[in-house]
């Protein structure tokens, strides 16, 4: 587990805010903004991204020396080994391939030249191709994403829980199966 720190930096957990020595702990990216949760990405490519959330809705996504903007009306989030899973305020989970994260910073990079302020693909109509959208309930938040029986579980406002087999996640383990 990774923790952002005021200053928006991402550091291991075993950092604290009373370590006097804050240069012995290293600094693994940085975001835009101070997201809660921050989760490590490691791609078949050895490449590690970490991808965090705040509170504003901003969905980013940052590597040592790259910060790019995934989303900004992000809800909830989730990752499984194929995919960023998010829910957006306009009642939609999107299913981002893990693949296509390095082309999000070389899109952020012709775009802006460093770090990205502004969404790569700004929503609703500029989504990539390669992404799967699926509409969902208004206000549902991920509670967990499950690769392996293809389910994604969601808390619908109500508080009931729901579980949905979605396409991108069915046809990953269906080509993983056709891969064997």
């Known amino acids: 587990m990774y923790v952002t720190t005021p200053s928006r930096e991402v550091r291991s957990s075993d950092y604290t805010k009373d370590d006097q020595d804050t240069e012995d702990v290293e600094i693994h990216a940085s975001f835009g903004d101070f997201c809660l949760h921050a989760y490590q990405v490691t791609l078949p490519s050895k490449q590690i991204f970490y991808v965090g959330l705040a509170k504003t809705g901003k969905l980013y996504a940052s590597s040592k020396d790259r910060t790019c903007l ?3 009306n992000a809800i909830s989030f989730a990752i499984t080994p194929g995919f960023i899973i998010f829910t957006t305020t306009a009642h939609e989970a999107i299913f981002v391939p893990l ?7 070389v899109a ?4 802006s030249m460093g770090n990205l302020i502004e969404p790569v693909f700004p929503p609703p109509k500029h989504i990539p191709p390669d992404w799967s959208v699926r509409k969902v309930e208004r ?13 994604l579980v969601l808390q619908l406002p109500r508080g009931n829980l729901e579980t949905i087999n979605p396409r991108p996640l069915v046809l990953e383990v269906v080509k993983q199966d056709l891969d064997r």
């Open 139 to 151: 206000g549902s938040r991920i509670v967990i994403a499950l690769p392996t029986s293809m389910s």
């Open 108 to 111: 952020a990079d012709a775009q």
């Open 70 to 72: 995934i989303s900004i």
């Open 99 to 105: 693949t296509s994260l390095p082309i999000l910073f």
